[in-house]
C-alpha cells in the first residue's frame, strides 16, 4: 500500500483537521464505502473531507468543546484505514487489514505530528494500533479506555465511536463524558509531571 503523490494528506478527514501542530489527534476507522461514493455528488463531504451531519462527526465536535474547548480544525485528524471499502458503510474490514494500515500510515502519522494525545475511536481503531505496535488486543470496549498506553510521548486512549455514543450512554448514564473527562485528566496530569521534573 502507498500513499497517493497527488495529495496533501493520507485520508480526506485532514481536510476539516489538518493541524500538523497539534497536541491531539483523532483517528477514526475509515471514511468511505463504494456504495456510498456510487450515490449523488455531495459537495461538503468532498469540500470538508467529512459529511458535517453525520452523527460521528457533529458528537466529536462537540465532545472536542465541551471537554478541551477546541474545534476540529484544532486537531489532526485522519482514518486508520485510508482506503474505500466495498460494501456499505457498515460493512467490516479484516483486522488484518486494519492491523496492516495501522502499521504503513496511522504509526507514521502519529510519529510525524508527535500529539500528546491520539484519540482512537472505537474498539476496533484502538486494538489495530495496539497490535501494530506488538501489544495484545483489549477484549472490549471498557477494557479498552481503561488501558491507554504510549507510543513514544504520546498517549493513545480509546474512546466510544462517536457514531454509537447511545450504545455507551445505555440507562440513561452520561458514561462518554465521563470518560473523555478521565482522558483529559490523565493528559493533564502526565503534563503536569513532566512540567514538575523539567
Request: proline residues 6%.
Amino acid at each position: 500500500m502507498q500513499v497517493p503523490t497527488h495529495c496533501n494528506f493520507v485520508s480526506p478527514y485532514t481536510k476539516s483537521a489538518g493541524n500538523v501542530d497539534a497536541d491531539i489527534m483523532v483517528m477514526l476507522q475509515d471514511w468511505a464505502s463504494d456504495e456510498t461514493l456510487s450515490g449523488a455528488f455531495h459537495e461538503p463531504s468532498a469540500k470538508l473531507g467529512h459529511t458535517p451531519n453525520r452523527p460521528t462527526n457533529r458528537n466529536l465536535i462537540r465532545l472536542l468543546d465541551t471537554i478541551f474547548g477546541i474545534t476540529l480544525r484544532d486537531t489532526f485528524g485522519t482514518n486508520l484505514f485510508p482506503f474505500v471499502k466495498l460494501g456499505g458503510m457498515s460493512q467490516p474490514i479484516r483486522q488484518a487489514d486494519l492491523i496492516t494500515a495501522a502499521r504503513q500510515f496511522a504509526l507514521p502519522q502519529i510519529r510525524i505530528v508527535k500529539p500528546k494525545l491520539v484519540i482512537c475511536l472505537g474498539l476496533v481503531t484502538f486494538n489495530a494500533v495496539r497490535q501494530a505496535c506488538g501489544l495484545n488486543p483489549s477484549p472490549d470496549l471498557s477494557s479498552a479506555i481503561d488501558s491507554p498506553f504510549n507510543i513514544g510521548l504520546t498517549r493513545v486512549w480509546c474512546q466510544t465511536h462517536t457514531g454509537r455514543l447511545v450504545n455507551r450512554n445505555r440507562g440513561g448514564v452520561d458514561r462518554v463524558s465521563q470518560d473523555w473527562l478521565k482522558m483529559k485528566s490523565d493528559i493533564q496530569a502526565r503534563a503536569q509531571l513532566a512540567a514538575d521534573s523539567a
